[in-house]
Every structure is written in C-alpha cells, then in structure tokens.
C-alpha cells in the first residue's frame, strides 16, 4: 500500500516537472543574462586583472560564450571564455569562487584552457 502510493507520488512530482516551461533547480547552475551577466564579466576582468598583477599570467577576455553561475558556499560562476594573451588566443573554461564574508583568501579562480596542460589555480 505504502509502495503504490509512493509510486504515484513520485509520478506526479515527474509530470509536474516536466510541464515546467522553465525548470528552476534550487542550488543548480543557471545561466546568466541582462545585469547579472554585467556584474559576473565585470568580475571575470577585476580576477584577470588581479592574477596579472602577481606572477600570473597576463590575460585578456575575448568572446564569451557561456557564464553559469551556482550558489554554494558563496557563488561559484564558470565562464566558458575566449583568453588572449597577447597574440596569442585560446578556448578556457574560468571557474570564480567567491567567498566574501572571507576577508582573507575569500576568493579563487582557476584557469583550464583547451590543448594546454598548465592551469591556474590561485587563491586571494
């Protein structure tokens, strides 16, 4: 009895989903738009600019072609990004942590770009 009805119970919480126009996961990634796409590629520039100021390296954000943003313990936004260094130009996937009720190392961002095996990974 108490199977049956489980099983109808979770039917139903399928169908409701599914008839979703726009499913919201509470804690999932979503994509970014309008000013929150400002403010994270803002913060995309402020990391670049900070890593090339110490012994990182010197990039620029070309085309962005995708930026998600989760909430986690602070925010995690992962940006699918165009790097260039220089001439020099390549696809990267730029992961920013930000933790800022931290005053100190409340903040990382990693750097994986395609074809390369060096990353960054720094934390301030």
Known sequence: MIGSKLFYLTIFALVCVSLCDDPFLPGGPRE???????TALDELDAA??????GDGPSYKAGKVTKVSSQVVAGSLTTYTVELK???AAKQCTVTIWSRPWLKKDGTNVRIECDGDDSKVDTTY
């Open 32 to 38: 970014l738009s309008g000013d929150e796409l400002k």
């Open 48 to 53: 670049l600019a900070k890593l090339a100021t």
């Open 85 to 87: 260094n220089g001439d």
